[in-house]
C-alpha cells in the first residue's frame, strides 16, 4: 500500500494529521468581532432605558438624598455611570484589541459618563478637606452657641409630679406587659423601641407607636392601619394604650409607598433627614417629627438641623417648618448635641491646643438623661476636663427643640459615681440605679437616682449631693427620700436647720384587707411594706414612728395613709390604723382531730 503521498495515511497529508505541522497545532483563529446592536442612536436609548430602570429601582430601595452634601448621592450617580458603561460595551459589541484597545473603545462609549464620575469625584475629594476638621476647627466649635448658666437661678426645684422616674429601659418593660394585656392586639402587633421622651399636657411621658408582628399580618391588617399608641406616664408608671378612631397608616414600620422613609424622599427628594422621632400633640394626634439635616462645613462636615417635616401618622399629610410648632419636643437629638458640645470643649481654643498644652479643654460625660423645664425637655450630660475623668466640672443643659444651651460650673462626682454611691447604700437589696438627673433641692445641686429591683421596675429612691458624694440618701417614695436628704444636707452644714423640714404634700388614704407584708431595715429603722388586697402597690409603714404596724396580720383590716403624688409601687406611709383583726382561727379539740 502507498502512503507516499499521504492518501490513506493517519498521518494526513505531509505526514501531518489534517496536513497542519506540530508546532502550528492548537493555534486558534482570528477572533470574529461581535456586531453592535443597530446604530448609536438605538444603542444610547437601550443604555439609557436600562440605566434609568435600574436607577428608579435603585432609588425606590434605597432613597438617596438629591444633594451634594450626601455621600449617598455620590454613590447613586457613581452606581448609574457604571451601570451605562457596562451597557453601552454590551450594545457596542465589545470591539479593540488587547486592553489598551478596550480602554480607547470604552472611553470613545462612555465619554460622557466617564468625565461626570471624574467631576463627581474630584467634588467630593475638595468638599472633604474643605470640611477637614485640622482646617476648620474654629468653624466646628461654633456649631453649638454656649452660655453661662446660674444654677440655683435658671433650675428651680421641680415638683414631684415632673420628676421623670423611669428610664428607656423601664418604660419599655412596661409597655410590652401592657400591650400582653390586651389579647386582640398582642398576636398581631409589636412595639417599636424606640420610646420617645416628651412633654404631654404637663407631664413627662415616653410614646411610641405599634408595628406589624410580621409581613403576613401586615397583609392582613394594613388596611385598618397601627391601632393604637403606647403613653408610659414617667410619674406614675402608668402604662395606656390610646386606641385610635383611625389607625396609623404612615410609619417607619409600614412596606412600600406608606413606609415614612419613603414618603419623604418621594415629597423631599433634596432633603436630607435625621432619625424621625415619634410625638404626640396636645389632642392626642400622633405625628412623625423628621429633623432636617444640613452640613454646614465643606460638603460633608458640621452636622446641623435646620427645621423640621411634621408628617401626621394617621393622613400622612405634612408640612415643613423652619421654626416648629412649641408642642414639639424633640428636634435636636442627644447624640447631636453631645457631639457638636464636644467640638466646642476641644477645640473653641484652637485645634493644636486640643494635642499641645489642652488649655480648657473639655468634653462630655458617658451617658445623658432629660429634664422637662416650662413644656420643654432639655438634654443633661456632665462635662469633664480632658485631662481627668475622676471628677465633672460642671454639666450641660440643652432644649431639643431650640438647642439652646447653657453650661453650669459645678464641680463634683460624675454620674457613675453617683450611681456607685447611691447602689451601696442598699447593697443588700441588689438594686441597679439609673443614669442620675440633675435637680435644685435648697439650691444644691442634686443627681436623683431611681433604683430598680430584678423586675426592671422603680423600688426606691436616691439623692446624691454632687459636691459632696459621700451625702446620701434614700427613700421608698420621693418625699421620704428628700427628707432624709435634707436632714443630711443640715446635718452637714449645708441647709439651716429650718430649711431641713420638708412641706409634707397632701395625703390620702385607703382602707382594705391586708393581703402581705413584708419588712426591712433601712438607714437602721425598720419599715413594714403592707399591701392591701386589690392593689398593686405598697404602703411602707416606719416602725418607729407606728408600733401598732408590728403586731398587724395578713386579714387584718386597716386604714393607711399615703402621700399624695408619691408614684412608684411603693407609697410612703404616714400612719395605720387597725380597723378589724382578722377572724381568729379556731382551736384544734381532741374531738375535732378523732374526726379528722
Known amino acids: 500500500m502507498d502512503f ?21 497545532q492548537g493555534t486558534p483563529s482570528p477572533r470574529k468581532p461581535r456586531k453592535p446592536i443597530g446604530n448609536a442612536v438605538t444603542r444610547t436609548l437601550i443604555n439609557l432605558g436600562v440605566t434609568l430602570a435600574v436607577g428608579l ?7 438617596p438624598a438629591l444633594n451634594l452634601h450626601s455621600e449617598d448621592f455620590y454613590l447613586f450617580v457613581l452606581g448609574l455611570c457604571a451601570v451605562y458603561c457596562v451597557c453601552a460595551v454590551i450594545t457596542s459589541g465589545f470591539q479593540g484589541e488587547g486592553i489598551r484597545g478596550y480602554f480607547t473603545f470604552l472611553r470613545k462609549q462612555c465619554t460622557i459618563p466617564f468625565f461626570l464620575a471624574i467631576a463627581l469625584i474630584v467634588i467630593a475629594l475638595v468638599g472633604s478637606v474643605a470640611g477637614w476638621v485640622p482646617l476648620r476647627a474654629n468653624a466646628y466649635a461654633k456649631l453649638l452657641d454656649v452660655q453661662a ?6 433650675i428651680e426645684e421641680i415638683s414631684y409630679d415632673q420628676i421623670p422616674m423611669l428610664d428607656a429601659a423601664s418604660a419599655s418593660q412596661l409597655g410590652s406587659r401592657k400591650l400582653g394585656e390586651l389579647s386582640d392586639m398582642v398576636s398581631q402587633f409589636e412595639i417599636l423601641p424606640t420610646y420617645s421622651q416628651i412633654n404631654y399636657q404637663n407631664r413627662p411621658v415616653r410614646v411610641t407607636s405599634l408595628r406589624y408582628g410580621d409581613l403576613v399580618k401586615w397583609f392582613t ?6 391601632p393604637a399608641y403606647l403613653v408610659i406616664d414617667m410619674v406614675t408608671q402608668d402604662a395606656e394604650v390610646v386606641r385610635l378612631d383611625e389607625g396609623m397608616k404612615y410609619t417607619t414600620a409600614e412596606h412600600f409607598s406608606r413606609n415614612l422613609y419613603r414618603l419623604l424622599r418621594f415629597q423631599y427628594p433634596t432633603m436630607m433627614f435625621a432619625d424621625p422621632v415619634f410625638e404626640i400633640d396636645d389632642d392626642g394626634t400622633p405625628y412623625w417629627v423628621c429633623p432636617r439635616m444640613v452640613k454646614t462645613i465643606g460638603l460633608f462636615g458640621g452636622t446641623d438641623i435646620h427645621g423640621a417635616v411634621l408628617v401626621n401618622a394617621v393622613t400622612g399629610e405634612s408640612a415643613y ?19 457638636q458640645y464636644d467640638y466646642y470643649g476641644r477645640y473653641h481654643n484652637g485645634f493644636l491646643n486640643s494635642i499641645f498644652g489642652q488649655r480648657d479643654v473639655t468634653l462630655t460625660t458617658e451617658g445623658y438623661n432629660y429634664i422637662a423645664i416650662d413644656d420643654d425637655v432639655y438634654m443633661y450630660t456632665g462635662v469633664t476636663s480632658v485631662t481627668s475623668d475622676q471628677s465633672n466640672i460642671g454639666f450641660i443643659l440643652c432644649n431639643q427643640r431650640t438647642k439652646e444651651t447653657r453650661f453650669y460650673s459645678v464641680a463634683g462626682a460624675t454620674e457613675t459615681s453617683a450611681q456607685a454611691s447611691a447602689q451601696s447604700q442598699v447593697q443588700q437589696m441588689r438594686y441597679n440605679a439609673t443614669f442620675p438627673l440633675l435637680l435644685n433641692i435648697a439650691d444644691q445641686p442634686t443627681y436623683f437616682i431611681s433604683l430598680k429591683g ?9 439623692m446624691v449631693n454632687v459636691q459632696q458624694y459621700s451625702i446620701v440618701s434614700t427613700g421608698a417614695t420621693v418625699a421620704e427620700c428628700e427628707q432624709n436628704y435634707r436632714t443630711a444636707l443640715a446635718h452637714n452644714g ?16 385607703m382602707e382594705g384587707v391586708i393581703a402581705e407584708i413584708r419588712t426591712a431595715v433601712m438607714d437602721g429603722d425598720s419599715y413594714y411594706f403592707l399591701r392591701l388586697e386589690g392593689e398593686s402597690a405598697f404602703v411602707s409603714v416606719n416602725a418607729a414612728d407606728n408600733p401598732l404596724v408590728v403586731i398587724l396580720n395578713v386579714g387584718d383590716t386597716v386604714r393607711l395613709t399615703y402621700d399624695v403624688g408619691d408614684s ?8 395605720v390604723e387597725l380597723l378589724q383583726s382578722a377572724p381568729a382561727l379556731p382551736a384544734a379539740t381532741p374531738e375535732s382531730g378523732a374526726a379528722a
Open 4 to 24: 507516499s503521498n499521504g492518501a490513506g495515511s493517519p498521518f494526513g497529508v505531509n505526514g501531518f494529521p489534517n496536513g497542519v505541522p506540530f508546532g502550528q
Open 221 to 226: 391588617n394594613r388596611s385598618n392601619g397601627l
Open 454 to 462: 430584678d423586675d426592671g421596675l422603680v423600688k426606691m429612691y436616691a
Open 321 to 339: 417648618y423652619e421654626e416648629v410648632p412649641s408642642w414639639v419636643d424633640r428636634v435636636y437629638s442627644a447624640d447631636l448635641i453631645i457631639e
Open 57 to 63: 429601582v435603585w432609588f425606590y430601595l434605597e432613597l
Open 149 to 154: 448658666g446660674d444654677f440655683a437661678q435658671d
Open 568 to 575: 412608684a409601687s411603693i407609697l410612703n406611709g404616714a400612719s
Open 494 to 509: 449645708l441647709i439651716r436647720e429650718d430649711e431641713a423640714e420638708l412641706v409634707i404634700p397632701d395625703r390620702d388614704a
